[in-house]
């Protein structure tokens, strides 16, 4: 099955400054790949995703990468905000294969005021 | 009003004992889910369901059974509990027949289960 690795397991930034967290993933069928946020005490919600036509996309302040020959991603945050602390998941599935989601271990992102 | 809810929020039980965890979503969504996340944030998938149809089954142990009486509603039953179990259990749901991955995933807020 997939295996889904991401670094770092914790990162801390201070405000304004940028963010990026590094997966790579196993299966070279895999072609989605969303990002989730999980703030302390509640569950992980969607935050970006991009398919493997793509490249890149942006949203913001956020922006995901995809480098499909070398099979990894990534998640880079600009301009942080103390209100980005969190634990961000990315994740790898294959479109048509079943609902499964394969899960990274997280990073847990501390920005400091 | 909230999309996916769970209840209890917490749960504190002593090994051995059987417990259920609740799980309903009002978005109208065909699939839901249960994920276990363990002490170090990670998240693995157990059930999922489609219009109260099993489709993914993870390897749990079969004390965990999940019952969908209606597509709007996931329960997760324990039995036997174990000081291993002990993690937050998350509900989610999906739109879509299908409901390929690349449907959005909306979570709840979680169950913490405590086993002593």
């Known amino acids: 099955g997939e295996n889904v690795e991401q670094h770092p397991s914790t990162l801390s930034v201070q405000e304004g400054d940028s963010a990026v967290i590094k997966c790579t993933y196993s299966d070279s069928a895999s072609n989605y790949f969303p990002w989730y946020k999980q703030e302390l005490g509640k569950g992980p919600q969607l935050i970006i995703d991009i398919r493997s036509n793509v490249g890149e996309k942006k949203d913001q302040r956020i922006a995901v990468t995809l480098n499909k020959t070398a099979k990894h991603f990534s998640l880079h945050i600009t301009e942080t905000q103390p209100e980005d602390s969190a634990v961000y998941f990315c994740?790898?599935?294959?479109?048509?294969?079943?609902?499964?989601?394969?899960f990274g271990t997280g990073t847990s992102l501390t920005v400091i005021p | 009003d909230t999309a996916v809810s769970q209840t209890p929020k917490y749960l504190v039980t002593q090994m051995g004992n059987d417990k259920s965890i609740k799980c309903e979503q009002n978005?109208?969504?065909?699939?839901m889910y249960w994920y276990k996340q363990d002490s170090k944030k990670f998240l693995k998938i157990m059930f999922s369901?489609?219009?109260?149809?099993?489709?993914i089954n993870e390897t749990v142990p079969n004390r965990f059974s999940p019952k969908s009486p209606d597509k709007a509603h996931l329960n997760l039953h324990i039995n036997s509990l174990e000081l291993g179990d002990s993690a937050v259990y998350f509900c989610?749901?999906?739109?879509?027949?299908?409901?390929?991955?690349?449907?959005?995933?909306?979570f709840g807020p979680g169950t913490r289960l405590l086993v002593l």
């Open positions: 994740a790898a599935s294959i479109v048509g294969g079943g609902n499964q989601i394969y």
């Open positions: 978005l109208g969504h065909d699939t």
């Open positions: 989610a749901s999906s739109q879509g027949r299908t409901s390929g991955p690349e449907e959005t995933q909306y």
């Open positions: 369901y489609n219009n109260k149809e099993l489709i």
